[in-house]
């Protein structure tokens, strides 16, 4: 298990960007993939992005692909989620999570075993 607090959240508007941050603490992160995820109330956490362990490969939902990026730092135990040209449909609880461990990129919540609290992102029209 490792702490996962997610940062950087707010209100945007349309065709704006925001910047989400995730520190790790107290557990291992720079051998895991990680991902982010976000959930709007009465719907199914669904999946965003997730990055490699060293950040050599990334994937994406279609729905963020082009617009989003997920990058990492892992000498300060932080991964990051660019938001860009964003839409009031990506207004959510945006979640980081620790997925397996190394190379491997899931879009399955089941498989990442710590998560943050979430950062709300509210994108105006």
């Given at each position: 298990q490792v702490q996962l607090v997610e940062?950087?959240?707010?209100?945007?508007?349309?065709g704006g960007s925001l910047r989400l941050s995730c520190a790790a603490s107290g557990g291992s992160f720079s051998t895991y993939s990680m991902g982010?995820?976000?959930?709007?109330?009465?719907?199914e956490r669904e999946f965003?992005?997730?990055?490699?362990?060293r950040g050599g490969s990334t994937r994406y939902a279609d729905s963020v692909s082009g617009r989003f990026t997920v990058s990492r730092d892992?000498?300060?135990?932080?991964?990051?989620?660019?938001?860009?040209?964003?839409?009031?449909?990506?207004?959510?609880?945006?979640?980081?999570a620790r997925g397996p461990k190394f190379s491997t990129l899931s879009t399955y919540?089941?498989?990442?075993?710590s998560w943050g609290q979430g950062t709300q992102v509210t994108v105006s029209s």
């Open positions: 940062s950087g959240g707010g209100l945007v508007q349309a982010w995820f976000r959930q709007v109330p009465g719907k965003v992005a997730a990055i490699t362990w892992n000498a300060k135990n932080t991964v990051y989620l660019q938001m860009n040209r964003v839409k009031p449909e990506d207004t959510a609880v945006y979640y980081c919540s089941s498989l990442y075993d």
